[in-house]
Every structure is written in structure tokens, then in C-alpha cells.
């Protein structure tokens, strides 16, 4: 029985041309600026994302701690969204090693920030007050299901900074995706941050990182502090050789995954029971399944090879990427349905 892994597209294996790539790559000490696999992989982020220079990092919570620590003072106040992968998944980092703190505001069923609430949050000059020192904000939306926010929803972030002199910083850990669904280039959603951060271990299948770009004064500052945080890697040309394969070859591709994300959904909504919360917009699927205990659902669908997450909140999560063909979509529907039919 073969294994359809749809919990993440973090389980995505390096494809085979990828491991010639990091077989073959020219390595020197990064920390010395020396690697010439990871100055181009650099370079290249840097224009994909329309930003003067990037930084490679081990991992998403890497980049968005380490542009927290670079855009910020201790016992400063970050504004984002309730809903946020900062918020929910990165440890604390923020208030645990960068001694800020994480004011939250309501993000909508899109993943949107609500901008009255954010305004509102935004410290006034008073000797009594902590500072505000950045707005984050969050494309594709991870946990309101891939959501995508378009570049008005961008613009209008950008607006309220600007009229309290605020940087902006993105995470973008699938800020492709969002680019793909909505048909321009990634650098057209990162100009209304200071900062974007997206990830080479999702959707393009690396097996390891992350890149934070921005402006070259910015990731000077970066590059400190990734160093503190223990992110100075010597010859990490051999996982940016990945990377750079990944931005040549793995982006176009993304259109398979929000593909078979759509085909996924239709399939499950026509089964009896299941809601979509909400339609995909990406390449993540999240639904309910009326009558079910969703850990429940999730051990019983393992059992039979369709792998989930379920969300702790009655939700079940399924992600497509390159490990899942059209094949195994149609497999993990008929799963679901004699399941689901079969009752709970
Ligand atoms: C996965 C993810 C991250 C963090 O990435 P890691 O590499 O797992 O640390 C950050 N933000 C969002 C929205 C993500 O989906």
C-alpha cells in the first residue's frame, strides 16, 4: 500500500535532479562569505523577491525571528494577526529570546489583518507606552486554510505603516503560491513589505531553509543576527545548491499542486458530510466531516495510508506538492468516502 502524505508539503523529498544539484555543488565558508553556492542562491531570491539582498536561513521561524530582531528593539510591540504562524508556531521566539511583544488583531476568514483593530493597537508617543515597532502580515495564509491576500489587502497594510512610519514584514513562507493563484510575480506582493521571507522546504521540496530578503542595510543587520541565533552555516552551499535548482525548476510547478488541490476539494465535497473551510485557494485543503471526531478520522484515514492533520479545532488539513500525483488524489478521495460512509 503506498503512503498518500498529506499532512504537509514540508514531507516533500528532494527529486533527483535536485540531489545532483547538492552532489555537485561548488562550496566554500559562508560565514566568510566564501560559498558561491549560497551568494547565488542570495542573489537570486533577492531578485525574485525585487529586494536588494537576502539572506539564507535553516528555516522559516529562522527568518521571520531573525527579521523581528533586525526591525525591532527589545521591549518593542509587533502587530499581527491573531491567526498567525508567528503566534501559534514559532516557539514564542519572539518574547523568549527577543523580548518583544506580540500585540494580536483579528485576522478575517482571508487571512486579512483587520486594519481598524491594527490602527488601533499602534502605540501613540507617551512616556507610559511601549513602542510599536513592525506589522507583520501573513501570504499565502497558513492556518485560514492558504488563504490568499491580494495586493490591495498588501496596499492597505503598506498605507497604515506608512502613516506611522512602521516597516512591514512578510511572511511569505508560500508567498509563491500566493503569486501563483493570483497570476503576477512575487516581487509584485513583496514591495509593500520592507521584508519578505519565503521558504525552500515547502512547495519546492528543498530539504532544508528558508530566505529572508529585504534591503541591503536590513540584511547586514540580519546576518548578525542569524549568527546569534546559530545560523551561521560554513559550507551550506550543499543544501543552497537545493534552493537554487528549486527557484530554476520547482516554481512553475506549483500549478500541479493547486491543481490537484481543486480536484482534492471537489472530490471531497461530494461526499456526504464534508464541508470545505473554506474552497482552496492554494495547495491547502481544509474541510469538516459532520458526525466525526476529527482524531478520530485522521488515525482511522492513516490506517488505511491517506495521511492528515487534523487541526484540533474540528478541521482536517490536507496539503498537496510534488510527492502527490493525480492518482493518488483520486485514491485518497474513494478513501474518504467508504470511510465516511461506512460511519463513524
Ligand atoms: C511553515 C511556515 C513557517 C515556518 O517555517 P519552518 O521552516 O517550518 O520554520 C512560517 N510561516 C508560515 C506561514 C509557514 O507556513
Given at each position: 500500500m503506498k503512503t498518500i502524505d498529506l499532512r504537509s508539503d514540508t514531507v516533500t523529498l528532494p527529486p533527483p535532479e535536485m540531489r545532483k544539484a547538492i552532489a555537485e555543488a561548488k562550496l566554500g565558508d559562508d560565514v566568510f562569505r566564501d560559498d558561491p553556492t549560497v551568494n547565488r542562491l542570495e542573489e537570486m531570491a533577492a531578485e525574485v523577491m525585487g529586494k536588494e539582498a537576502a539572506l539564507f536561513t535553516t528555516s522559516g521561524t529562522q527568518s521571520n525571528l531573525t527579521a523581528m530582531l533586525s526591525h525591532c528593539q527589545r521591549g518593542s510591540e509587533v502587530i499581527l494577526g491573531d491567526e498567525?504562524?508567528?503566534?501559534?508556531?514559532?516557539?514564542?521566539?519572539?518574547?523568549?529570546?527577543?523580548?518583544?511583544?506580540?500585540?494580536?488583531?483579528?485576522?478575517?476568514?482571508?487571512?486579512?489583518?483587520?486594519?481598524?483593530?491594527?490602527?488601533?493597537?499602534?502605540?501613540?508617543?507617551?512616556?507610559?507606552?511601549?513602542?510599536?515597532?513592525?506589522?507583520?502580515?501573513?501570504?499565502t495564509h497558513n492556518r485560514c486554510g492558504g488563504t490568499v491576500l491580494s495586493e490591495d489587502d498588501l496596499a492597505a497594510v503598506r498605507a497604515l505603516a506608512?502613516?506611522?512610519?512602521?516597516?512591514v514584514h512578510l511572511d511569505g513562507a508560500r508567498l509563491l503560491?500566493?503569486?501563483?493563484?493570483?497570476?503576477?510575480?512575487?516581487s509584485q506582493l513583496a514591495q509593500y513589505a520592507d521584508s519578505v521571507a519565503f521558504s525552500l522546504c515547502k512547495g519546492l521540496a528543498c530539504p532544508v531553509g528558508s530566505v529572508l530578503c529585504g534591503g541591503g542595510e536590513f540584511i547586514r543587520r540580519a546576518r548578525q543576527f542569524r549568527k546569534m541565533l546559530g545560523g551561521g552555516m560554513r559550507q551550506a552551499g550543499i543544501?543552497?545548491?537545493?534552493?537554487?535548482?528549486?527557484?530554476?525548476?520547482?516554481?512553475?510547478r506549483l500549478a500541479d499542486d493547486h491543481e490537484n488541490a481543486r480536484v482534492l476539494s471537489d472530490g471531497l465535497s461530494s461526499v456526504p458530510g464534508v464541508a470545505l473551510a473554506p474552497a482552496p485557494q492554494s495547495n491547502i485543503v481544509f474541510f469538516t466531516v459532520e458526525g466525526w471526531d476529527q482524531g478520530e478520522l485522521e488515525r482511522r484515514l492513516g490506517a488505511q495510508g491517506v495521511l492528515c492533520l487534523s487541526e484540533g479545532d474540528g478541521r482536517i488539513r490536507m496539503v498537496t506538492h510534488c510527492g502527490i500525483d493525480d492518482g493518488d488524489v483520486e485514491q485518497a478521495v474513494a478513501i474518504v468516502r467508504s470511510l465516511v460512509a461506512a460511519g463513524a
Open positions: 498567525s504562524h508567528i503566534v501559534h508556531y514559532e516557539v514564542g521566539g519572539a518574547f523568549a529570546l527577543g523580548g518583544l511583544g506580540l500585540r494580536t488583531v483579528p485576522n478575517d476568514e482571508q487571512g486579512r489583518l483587520d486594519l481598524a483593530q491594527a490602527r488601533h493597537t499602534i502605540r501613540s508617543r507617551d512616556v507610559h507606552f511601549p513602542v510599536t515597532s513592525l506589522i507583520c502580515v501573513e501570504n506608512d502613516e506611522h512610519d512602521l516597516p503560491n500566493a503569486a501563483l493563484a493570483l497570476g503576477v510575480p512575487a543544501i543552497a545548491a537545493a534552493g537554487v535548482y528549486a527557484l530554476e525548476s520547482m516554481v512553475d
